[in-house]
């Protein structure tokens, strides 16, 4: 089974997939980059920890669903997937997966891994490709504009007296001007302020007078009837140890979680918050259940009938 290329379908939409007793493909989102005359879009920038190696159910159950067979045959087929994979690195041979990289064998027995860079697992860039470009030389501008103005200077002639008038005499004309037009505007704002002063206080007065109304007529306190409100007591909820849960999403905001859980009670589901898994998402479930059985029984249904992308994640 080409597993590679389920893997590559996942890494669109999740962060991380993780192969269950290998390791897991994680996904960073980059910005644009400008690097060597190369402007790059935004990207998913792909690792590879072989530390996460827990089943945590979404790639067995999207195979599961894109092949139509039972989870449990899906998982036992990865798990051999994975364990031929180990065992060929262990033999020193090099893993390439189609679309992801590329996994060897280091040192002091680490694995390495060298991502795919032609493949971009970010769906936001789709259709976004590698630009050339050059940076502006400043300094290569500046000469070319003062070049230009050696060739082609410009002069300021003074203009032209067209009376006898001496300079002195100009300035003399203008400061009247100024002050004439100072002393009428002065009158003008004077005889505002004093309409404003006037209107101010007649305001003041009615103001006055419709809190001595209001004074008079509440000075006597209100009095209200006491209110008796019966609390009933509520028991404390059995606390059940369940150990498999039906997963219907996992969010990194805890106000969406709980915005979730509300939407499929409305619908019938005994839907709860199960707390965060080991990326920090806020996990959802649809149901949770004791009995592993009862559990897988429920996935199948919730799979043909509400949604194929519920899995199921089960407790030690």
């Known amino acids: 089974m080409r597993l590679e290329h389920y893997i590559a379908d996942l890494l669109y939409r999740y962060n991380c997939v993780v192969i269950p007793e290998f390791g897991a493909f994680l996904t960073n989102t980059t910005t644009a980059q400008f690097v060597d005359g190369t402007l790059y879009p935004p990207s998913k920038h792909l690792s590879f920890n072989q530390q996460l190696t827990k089943n945590d159910g979404l790639l067995v159950s999207y195979v599961a669903n894109v092949k139509s067979l039972p989870y449990d045959d899906l998982l036992h087929e990865v798990l051999n997937v994975a364990k031929n994979w180990k065992e060929k690195l262990a033999n020193g041979g090099r893993l390439d997966l189609d679309k992801i990289g590329s996994i060897w064998m280091g040192a002091e027995g680490k694995l390495q891994f060298s991502p795919e860079k032609s493949v971009n697992f970010l769906a936001a ?81 009615k103001v006055n007078h419709y809190l001595q109304e209001a004074t008079f007529f509440q000075s006597t306190p209100l009095e209200l009837p006491a209110i008796e409100i019966a609390v009933a007591k509520t028991n404390t909820e059995e606390v059940v140890d369940y150990k498999h849960h039906i997963i219907a999403g996992a969010f990194r905001i805890k106000a969406n979680a709980d915005r979730k859980v509300a939407e499929l009670n409305r619908k019938g589901f005994e839907a709860r918050y199960i707390g965060t898994n080991p990326y920090g998402l806020h996990q959802v479930a649809y149901q949770s259940f004791v009995d592993g059985q009862e559990a897988l029984q429920f996935l199948r249904k919730i799979k043909q009938s509400v949604s194929s992308d519920a899995w199921i994640a089960s407790e030690k």
């Not at 300079?167 to 003008?188: C, E, H, N, R, W």
């Open 125 to 205: 860039s789709f259709g976004l490709t590698a630009l050339g470009a050059s940076k502006v030389k400043r300094e290569a501008l500046k000469e070319a504009i003062m070049e230009l103005e050696e060739r082609a200077p410009f002069t300021i002639t003074p203009e032209r007296r067209s009376n006898g008038l001496r300079p002195y005499y100009k300035y003399a004309a203008i400061f009247l001007l100024l002050l004439a037009t100072g002393v009428s505007s002065f009158q003008f704002y004077a005889n505002g302020q004093e309409k404003q002063l006037l209107a101010e206080q007649a305001a003041d007065e």
